[in-house]
């Protein structure tokens, strides 16, 4: 999982380095979290019943770019996870109700062809997907697939995120 995550955040940053300044611009007051930039950690979460893949990305200035942590857990234990993410981020100075918010919204049921998510507040950039794309590839709505290879993936959701952001994107809003 880590050499997967690794992988993704470098094709999904890639991606980001190709944008010009007024392409940037477009992702707004949270282009930081958006662009994955550095530094940033990685807590990826699996969560079962429904399963979620959730990699939140945090930007701690203060902590080495691509730190990860795995974790498995149950949604009965979503609270703990965030005050352990307070605790563990606490140079962030982060909002108990916005991280629970952000999280426990990856848990509720995903409206229909909805593969993953995504959700920013400052300095955290909450990226979700209703399967393991590790191993089973990520169908897009209007035909496209993409294979379960990390650098597809990235690429997939960082272009279809920047098509939403510059006002192209409006038919891939369920994705």
């Known amino acids: 999982m880590r050499k997967w995550i690794k992988e993704f955040v470098t094709s999904y940053r890639e991606e980001a380095f190709k944008l010009s300044a007024e392409e940037i611009e477009a992702f707004g007051e949270y282009s930081k979290e958006q662009l994955l930039s550095r530094p940033c950690q990685v ?10 893949l959730v ?14 942590t795995l974790t498995r857990l149950s949604w009965k234990n979503l609270s703990i996870l965030v005050t352990c993410l307070l605790n563990k981020y606490a140079q962030l100075k982060l909002d108990p109700k916005e991280m629970h918010r952000i999280l426990s919204n990856t848990g509720k049921p995903a409206p229909k062809n909805t593969n993953y998510s995504i959700d920013c507040i400052n300095d955290v950039c909450c990226l979700s997907f209703t399967r393991d794309v590790r191993i ?3 169908p897009i709505q209007c035909g496209l697939r993409t294979d379960s290879g990390p650098e597809s993936v990235a690429k997939t959701i960082f272009h279809l995120n920047h098509s939403q952001a510059t006002g192209y994107g409006s038919r891939f809003s369920a994705l």
């Open 136 to 138: 089973e590839a990520l």
């Open 55 to 68: 990699l939140l990305f945090l930007f701690d200035k203060t902590k080495k770019d691509l730190q990860i």
């Open 43 to 52: 807590e990826a979460v699996q969560f079962n019943s429904p399963y979620r």
